[in-house]
């Protein structure tokens, strides 16, 4: 009681309540544990959860007959309003949901008044009650013991407290399930479900029946969602998905799943079943774990010992970080013609599967990856790499912790899938032809890579027929050692030198790069052009050098031989002094280039944690030609001060609109670990002209001796109501391209530094000045947000980029686990204003001077800072899709939620060469 007094500020002593509008949505948790029976008074007087007319929080599986206990005092807390002159924007939780009656909550809310929800636990002792008992309908009444008749019928209360609170009962009978049951509870406060995973579309363009894919999770029950909701013709989103996966994999027997899994000693796909797995998987899980992960309740607690799962979509794991890719039919263009194959037509393959059955493939911390019938969401197939099953294998999650009763929350298949149709041979048909190929990894669930064939959904029907989709796997154990300068391999070929973990020293580190597949400029038997997996070596391998991995797709299916695996060698690896000396360094996600338009990968940009930019040449026919230049590092300097800014996010790469050769376009920063989600160090965005130089500019010296400086800010909107931040650029300076100038007229030769792009650095401080020109007293002129990051995707419109940023964790009293961030507006040019309408911000319906801002009596284009109101979590990808006329549609997803804009979609405006493209998925 004194715990819901203290949050509604009743004690006459702390407060804890966070002023507007941060606490509008403060949310209030009390955990009660005791470790034997209750005693003293309750609190409250009354009977609080008998049924009343009052609201709809209480009555039905709630109510009893008996005042003055525990229960009532955690319904009291719950269903009172704390503070009633707060605006109600407490998010509805799962448990929320769950546990009303009909017309507790209106249709489509998800905020609700202030309140406090109670999590108990009992340790060591035990009620009369059975929890499972307890109808899950709440309107249904149940017979609850009298607490004041036994002494067990106290933990009963104490169970009775946890169901009226809307929090859990947890209990303990050791120290360990202590533990476990406590780590529940802290992540129930800490972690709602949410997503940050991105938008995905079944069409390139707005159409009648147009889906949003999205991917979501809950960490507090380790269970995930992917769902599909409607897109109307004017961008808005319906109020309920069409369908949700977890419910479909409910509905599904267990035996009817199909999931298949890789047979690293056999080179080829197996059922995932317990008979059919290899001597070193059955060492790792038995009949038992295999059950559990397929779906079978029956191993779980309390009739078996395994970890009781969600009796309501608990099948289906988190998806975190990996988000949902549509197959339908086939999206490439211009693929008849060499140095693509001429004597099988890839216009003939595109035909033939246009009406192919259309899969949503996501990956999950379950353990697979998952593919989804687009229309219905019932689950096709499902792969469980064996990378986190093989009990020998390492530097990875193994799978068998998620069965058990003291899991705690692992990363498994984390990572986005990349898709390509590429030319080769496989096991599903005879000889070469086109086929369909997903290439994914394990993100932070392990040193692994995994490629499918998913031409073929029909061959989904049995796994026998599943399990030839399966065409390879790449992990650090199939990784070579690295190279000696002699080009030995290091510690020889038995791998004798080890970390200081006693790990063999290899390349690969965490699948954390997103793959890109292409045609490589090799080629392989027949003389046609051989297709490639092209990714970052990625972070804490063993020997912490930034590498590229370049993977010959057709050769890895009768596993890994010499020649079948490029890696270019950045040089730059573990750093020995500084702030980041003893980190392994790692290369991020890349950028492929086709700089002459005949479909090949010629170019691949990527960064690295050091800062590091490289251009990787791809031009060659033979690998061992193609090579690496480093293009830039990137290093905040301040009052002295250097800092590193990583990047590991995919480049953009455009041609330069107005000289040879490229702009580089990426923003700094990692958000891979805890350590990165509150780290405060400024990062930027940059864009750096890339002049094919062999030896470039940019590579050497401070970024303030090539690069003009940007300088975003802070602008309050009283436009609008309620008022926004927008982000301008209140002054633009000028970016005049010109490469080094090479002075010898004095006798002595000096360098004039040219100029070869720009940087925005993003330490904004709060807005001190309103839109009409007024100055806001008072505002520090520290950044706001210092560690914000624009680490997202980059999309290039007219000359202008749009991104989204992300914000470090917040403090204990945030409403939200994270807050949204920004929506940036910048030009490719100058990364100055764009000097253009882009986004329809005021939604009327068009884009044109009415999105401006004045700003000192100029209009100007900008960005928008999101509301936690609008969107409920970190800002993820941003998605398009094609519209009619001049205006596409521009969703901004965070959280829970999604936001449709009008964006500008005129083609014509882009001046320069346009012989050249970026490869990315199917184009």
């Known amino acids: 009681d004194r715990a819901g007094k203290t949050f509604a500020c009743e004690t006459g002593n702390y407060c804890p309540r966070s002023e507007p509008p941060a606490g509008f949505c403060q949310q209030n948790f009390a955990l009660l544990y005791t470790d034997g029976y209750w005693n003293g008074g309750a609190g409250v007087s009354s009977n609080e959860d008998a049924d009343s007319a009052a609201n709809r929080f209480d009555g039905g599986r709630y109510a009893d007959a008996i005042a003055q206990t525990l229960a009532d005092t955690a319904m009291y807390h719950y269903k009172r309003d704390f503070h009633p002159t707060y605006t109600n924007l407490v998010p509805i939780s799962r448990l929320d949901q769950v546990g009303a009656a009909p017309g507790a909550f209106a249709s489509g809310q998800s905020t609700m008044h202030q309140h406090m929800k109670t999590y108990t636990l009992a340790f060591g002792v035990r009620g009369t009650i059975d929890p499972a008992s307890v109808p899950a309908d709440p309107v249904v009444p149940f017979a609850w013991t009298d607490p004041f008749n036994a002494p067990a019928h106290k933990i009963d209360d104490l169970l009775h407290a946890a169901l009226n609170g809307r929090g859990e009962y947890l209990n303990a009978s050791n120290p360990q399930e202590l533990q476990v049951a406590l780590e529940r509870a802290f992540l ?16 390139t363009s707005l159409e009648e029946g147009t889906l949003l894919y999205r991917g979501f999770y809950d960490l507090r029950y380790n269970t995930g969602e992917l769902s599909a909701t409607a897109v109307a013709r004017d961008g808005s989103l319906a109020a309920t998905p ?7 994999m409910d509905a599904k027997a267990i035996d009817q799943r199909v999931m298949v899994t890789w047979d690293r000693g056999a080179t080829r796909g197996i059922p995932f079943r317990y008979s059919a797995l290899n001597a070193a998987q059955k060492s790792l899980l038995s009949d038992a774990e295999m059950r559990f992960l ?7 607690q309390p009739t078996g010992a395994l970890r009781k799962r969600e009796a309501v ?24 013609q060499s140095p693509y194959p001429v004597s099988n037509l890839y216009s003939t393959f595109a035909a033939r599967e246009a009406n192919r059955t259309p899969v949503v493939y996501v990956g999950a911390n379950d353990g697979s990856l998952h593919g989804f019938h687009a229309r219905t969401g019932v689950e096709l197939m499902a792969y469980v790499p064996n990378k986190l099953i093989d009990a020998t294998l390492s530097s990875r999650n193994a799978l068998d912790q998620f069965a058990s009763p003291f899991y705690q929350h692992r990363y498994f298949v984390d990572l986005t899938p990349r898709l390509n149709d590429v030319y080769l041979r496989s096991s599903a048909a005879a000889g070469r032809s086109w086929r369909t190929v997903l290439v994914g990894g394990l993100g932070g669930g392990g040193k692994g890579f995994y490629a499918l064939d998913v031409t073929d959904p029909e061959r989904y029907t049995d796994e026998t027929r599943a399990s030839d989709t399966v065409l390879w796997e790449f992990t650090d154990e199939d990784d070579t050692y690295p190279l000696t ?8 070929s038995d791998g004798a030198v080890r970390d200081s973990s006693n790990r063999p020293v290899k390349d690969l580190g965490y699948a954390l790069s997103l793959p890109v597949i292409g045609m490589s400029n090799a080629t392989d038997g027949d003389n046609e052009k051989a297709w490639i997996a092209i990714f970052g070596n990625g972070q804490n391998s063993t020997a912490g050098i930034a590498k590229l991995f370049a993977l010959f797709i057709e050769r890895g299916q009768d596993g890994w031989q010499s020649g079948d ?8 690896g573990v750093p020995v002094t500084g702030p980041l ?6 290369l991020g996600s890349p950028t492929a280039v086709d700089v002459n338009l005949d479909g090949t990968v010629d170019r691949v940009y990527a960064g690295d944690r050091l800062g590091n930019v490289f251009r990787f040449d791809l031009s060659a026919s033979n690998p061992g030609a193609w090579s690496v230049t480093r293009l830039f590092t990137a290093v905040y300097t301040r009052n002295g001060q250097q800092t590193v800014q990583p990047v590991l996010s995919q480049p953009l790469v455009i041609p330069h609109p107005t000289q040879s050769g490229f702009l580089v376009i990426f923003g700094t920063g990692s958000y891979a670990t805890r350590e990165d989600a509150r780290n405060t160090d400024i990062q930027s965005i940059y864009g750096i002209w890339d002049r094919d130089e062999t030896l470039p500019a940019t590579a050497n010296g401070s970024r303030e001796q090539r690069l003009v400086e940007q300088t975003l800010v802070n602008v309050l909107d009283t436009g609008t109501t309620p008022q926004e931040t927008k982000r301008v650029f209140r002054n633009t300076d000028a970016v005049e391209y010109r490469p080094d100038r090479r002075d010898c007229s004095s006798g002595t030769c000096v360098t004039e530094p040219g100029t070869y792009g720009w940087y925005v650095d993003l330490d904004l401080p709060a807005a001190s000045l309103t839109s009409g020109g007024q100055a806001i007293a008072g505002v520090s002129t520290a950044p706001q947000y210092p560690g914000e990051r624009a680490i997202r995707r980059i999309i290039e419109r007219n000359g202008a980029l749009v991104t989204t940023t992300v914000l470090p964790a917040l403090d204990e009293f945030s409403c939200y686990g994270t807050r949204p961030g920004a929506v940036l507006v910048l030009s490719a040019l100058t ?9 329809d911000f005021n939604n009327d319906g068009r884009v044109d001077e009415g999105d401006l801002i004045a700003v000192d009596d100029e209009l100007r284009s900008p960005g928008l800072l999101m509301n936690q109101t609008e969107l409920d979590g970190q800002l993820v990808d941003l998605a398009t899709l094609s519209g009619e006329g001049s205006t596409d549609f521009l969703f901004v997803s965070g959280g829970n939620d999604t936001i449709a804009y009008l964006i500008d979609s005129t083609r014509d405006r882009r001046t320069g060469r346009l012989s050249w493209r970026e490869l990315d998925f199917a184009e």
Do not use: C, H, Y
Request: glycine share 18%; aromatic share 8%; no cysteine.
């Open 188 to 203: 129930a406060f800490t972690q709602a479900g949410s997503s940050t995973s991105s938008a995905a579309f079944n069409s």
């Open 581 to 586: 000396a003893g980190f392994p360094n790692g």
């Open 294 to 300: 397929r779906g079978d309740r029956t191993v779980e």
């Open 831 to 839: 990364g100055g204003d764009a000097g253009q309408p882009l986004i």
């Open 485 to 492: 300068a002699a080009g030995q391999p290091l510690g020889g």
């Open 565 to 572: 695996v490029v890696k270019l060698d950045t040089g730059f």
């Open 242 to 248: 069409l369908w949700r996966a977890s419910q479909q």
């Open 313 to 336: 979509g608990g099948l289906l794991g988190d998806i975190v970080n990996s988000s949902p890719v549509f197959v339908g039919a086939p999206r490439g263009i211009n693929r008849d």
